[in-house]
């Protein structure tokens, strides 16, 4: 069979994907809009078991690592050859969508089903995983079962404590996974031929451009911050403003810093402060404690370090200049990572052959492949995401163009298999 007869055989099921995905998003922890499938609920167990479930019935051989991925394997002819890869997650923010990561997972069973079902048998093993934890979660650690197969999974992630003081590790291990060999299950360098992640934009690119497909070029890197401010309390109308040392201006103060500098980048930047909390609450009190979780974002990592002092400098001086102490705790969630140029070639290649438009782009969200991309070369296919939106309820792929990332997934690999 010619190269491109395979590819237009390799076409998915569309109604098949629309369904898994369906049965998927049944999966949810509430009554709240949108889903909301964090990392180690109970609505998340129970969509790993249907996750697992499909992929045997795809034919893959399944296990769950010591990290807590599932993962399956449709074995090749020449088993010692370095394997492809491919998968995403399942997981989701609170009150989110039921696209973001499900594409990526239930698209990659479909590829290993569509290449059973046409008979071509690849010279690798693919691999189909079903990563834990990638989204951001109280841990303060996402892409945590991606990191322990890159290597980059450490003890001191393990202490990372939500806000009961549960440890990451003893979350794990609540969950049936073995936090202590995840810290030891990497997989070495040259183990894999390639890794493709298909996953929605999340932003509006695609859409505006009219494109079909995204071709990633790099992934954001992101630092995330957790700021805390003490000043004093006071009536809030006897104590003239001159005087006043208001915690929960100076963290104001410090939303809205955070905000220029990202506005301010040259190349690419973003950021966000997703929440702040101050006390004691009244109306009539002066805030003495406040707290701001903000993150900043950039595909251009030297912009990101200089933003990341700069705001840290700004923050400071502002603070002290109304009397409040600031202190600032830096978590560095990922790097900022190239896609592999050779992977993103045949992806590119495969998708001219399949008559798909597409455009390279940046990822401005962050992925499982930018922690895989350690270990292996690494590329990632966009597919549209409606109004640009994502991680809200009103996330939308439509299953036509979900099926073209799928199509040219399997093609991908198909392309990647023969080395
Ligand atoms: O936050 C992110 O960028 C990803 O969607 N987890
Ligand atoms: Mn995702
Ligand atoms: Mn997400
Ligand atoms: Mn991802």
């Known amino acids: 069979m010619s190269g491109t007869t395979r590819r237009e055989a390799l076409m998915p099921d569309s109604e098949r994907i629309a369904a898994d995905l369906r049965e998927l998003s049944s999966f949810t922890e509430s009554a709240e809009p949108g889903w909301s499938r964090r990392v180690f609920s109970e609505p998340y167990r129970a969509a790993r078991g249907f996750v697992e479930q499909r992929m045997r019935g795809a034919g893959l051989d399944t296990h769950v690592d010591a990290a807590g991925n599932i993962v399956g394997r449709l074995a090749g002819r020449r088993q010692t050859l370095p394997a492809l890869m491919t998968g995403s997650h399942t997981d989701t923010v609170h009150a989110g969508g039921?696209?973001?990561?499900?594409?990526?997972?239930?698209?990659?069973?479909?590829v290993a089903r569509r290449l059973r079902e046409t008979g071509t048998e690849l010279e690798r093993d693919l691999y189909v995983v079903d990563f834990l934890g990638e989204e951001a979660n109280p841990f303060g650690l996402s892409c945590?079962?991606?990191?322990?197969?890159?290597?980059?999974?450490?003890?001191?992630?393990?202490?990372?404590?939500?806000?009961?003081?549960?440890?990451?590790?003893?979350?794990?291990?609540?969950?049936?996974?073995?936090?202590?060999?995840?810290?030891?299950?990497?997989?070495?360098?040259?183990?894999?031929?390639?890794?493709?992640?298909?996953?929605?934009?999340?932003?509006?690119?695609?859409?505006?451009?009219?494109?079909?497909?995204?071709?990633?070029?790099?992934?954001?890197?992101?630092?995330?911050?957790?700021?805390?401010?003490s000043g004093r309390a006071d009536h809030a109308g006897t104590m003239p403003m001159a005087g006043r040392q208001d915690a929960l201006v100076a963290a104001a103060s410090a939303v809205l810093t955070i905000e220029r500098e990202a506005c301010g980048?040259?190349?690419?930047?973003?950021?966000?402060?997703?929440?702040?909390?101050?006390?004691?609450?009244?109306f009539n009190i002066v805030p003495d404690e406040a707290r701001i979780w903000a993150e900043m974002r950039s595909i251009d990592a030297s912009w990101?370090?200089?933003?990341?002092?700069?705001?840290?400098?700004?923050?400071?001086?502002?603070?002290?200049?109304?009397?409040?102490?600031?202190?600032?705790?830096?978590?560095?969630?990922?790097?900022?990572v190239s896609a592999t140029t050779s992977v993103q070639d045949r992806i590119a290649g495969a998708a001219d052959d399949l008559g798909f438009c597409w455009e390279a782009m940046p990822s401005g969200a962050g992925h499982d492949a930018a922690h895989i991309a350690a270990i292996a070369p690494m590329g990632m296919i966009f597919v549209p995401s409606a109004g640009g939106r994502s991680h809200v309820p009103e996330e939308f792929t439509d299953v036509a163009d979900i099926a073209r990332g799928v199509h040219l997934l399997a093609a991908s690999l198909v392309d990647l298999d023969r080395g």
């Open 144 to 229: 945590m079962g991606s990191r322990a197969i890159a290597g980059s999974l450490s003890r001191d992630h393990l202490d990372r404590q939500d806000e009961t003081g549960l440890r990451l590790g003893d979350a794990m291990s609540r969950f049936g996974v073995a936090p202590e060999h995840a810290l030891e299950m990497a997989w070495s360098p040259g183990s894999l031929q390639g890794y493709v992640e298909l996953h929605i934009e999340q932003g509006p690119v695609l859409e505006r451009g009219s494109k079909q497909i995204g071709v990633v070029t790099a992934i954001a890197g992101i630092e995330r911050l957790l700021a805390s401010f």
């Open 98 to 110: 039921r696209f973001d990561g499900m594409v990526g997972v239930l698209g990659a069973i479909e």
């Open 304 to 336: 990101l370090q200089g933003a990341k002092r700069r705001v840290a400098e700004r923050i400071a001086a502002e603070a002290s200049d109304r009397g409040v102490d600031a202190v600032l705790e830096w978590l560095n969630d990922s790097e900022t």
């Open 265 to 282: 980048a040259p190349i690419h930047g973003v950021s966000t402060t997703g929440r702040i909390e101050s006390s004691p609450g009244s």
